[in-house]
């Protein structure tokens, strides 16, 4: 039985999202990686506890975050504050005093019931559009007990459900999200083993077991995100596509890495690891695309 009282950290529910799965869905964004790709676009989601963002530009200085913070770890003697991220403890006391919403703590824990509540407030959209529930983060799978209790809640309610993962967790992790997901949205950014470990900190191995048993059991999507500088060589894109076709999956999604992560990098008070990096144009992906073809697989472009 579904425990609804069980409860996930979470750092967003979007609504009406059209790229996690097919239909109109409700995405869950639960917090917590184990690993630790450069090009991240969500850098928020990869702490297990909740992260303080500042928005510097709706700062107007009013000094109530330094006076209100129990460990003084808002330092405003140069008339903007400046914050200890070693020294806060994200109470988000800061952020609630803040009328201007300069300051906002990402990250909170909810039950089942509570998230379930939200999703299930667009079923008429998920019935007539083929939608319905997505998980994704962060690795939804470092809360394997609580990303279950969800899809199982959401299946039991007749929805369509879908996971977006790495799959670079242990065998026995991950199989127990199989019975109650119809789609994985599986990631694969790397062929090399050890570069995808290096660079990622994800086991290959792993992942290729978990996809193997995913196409057997559900629908399968794998998404490649292509980093200029990383893996958009055709060698590694083949790579992909040669493992996928061992494993049994057909259907591959191309993914344009973008800046649209990088301000939050600024928010969390953390250095962009991708300084150098341009965002790449849709159009330089049709190559990897007709490359992905040539193994019969179907590829499309750009998340669905």
């Known amino acids: 039985m579904t425990d609804t009282n069980s409860k996930a ?14 239909g109109i869905r409700t995405t869950v964004f639960l917090k917590g990686c184990h690993m630790f790709c450069p090009w991240c676009a969500n850098p928020e989601s990869q702490s297990a506890a909740p992260d303080l963002l500042y928005f510097e530009k709706k700062c107007v200085s009013c000094g109530k975050c330094a006076v209100i913070c129990p460990v003084n770890a808002v330092d405003f003697s140069f008339g903007r504050p400046v914050f200890d991220r070693q020294r806060c403890i994200r109470c988000g006391r ?9 300051l906002t703590l990402s990250g909170k824990t909810a039950t089942v019931s509570e998230i379930m509540d939200v999703v299930r407030r667009d079923r008429d959209y998920y019935e007539n559009t083929g939608g319905g529930m997505t998980l994704s983060g962060g690795e939804p799978l470092c809360q394997v007990n609580e990303a279950a209790a969800l899809l199982e809640a959401a299946k039991a309610e007749g929805m369509h459900t879908a996971l977006e993962t790495a799959a670079s967790v242990p065998p026995k992790v991950f199989e127990r999200v199989l019975s109650c997901t119809d789609l994985f949205l599986l990631d694969m950014k790397y062929s090399d083993p050890q570069k995808l470990k290096t660079v990622t900190g994800a086991n290959l191995s792993w992942a290729l ?6 196409v057997r059991l559900s629908q399968v999507i794998v998404r490649i995100p292509v980093i200029p500088g990383y893996n958009n060589t055709e060698p590694e894109i083949s790579g992909i596509f040669r493992l ?13 890495y973008h800046l649209l992560g990088k301000s939050k990098y600024a928010q969390l008070g953390r250095p962009y690891p991708c300084t150098e990096t341009e965002a790449l144009p849709k159009k330089r992906l049709e190559p990897y695309r007709k490359l992905g073809e040539g193994f019969g697989i179907t590829v499309t472009i750009g998340g669905k």
């Open 209 to 214: 077991h978990n996809l193997f048993k995913a």
């Open 94 to 102: 800061c952020a609630q005093t803040c009328t201007q919403y300069a």
């Open 9 to 22: 950290r979470i750092f967003d529910i979007q609504r009406f999202s059209v790229h996690d799965g097919p």
């Open 244 to 256: 996928m076709k061992e494993c049994g999956a057909d259907r591959a999604d191309l993914l344009a």
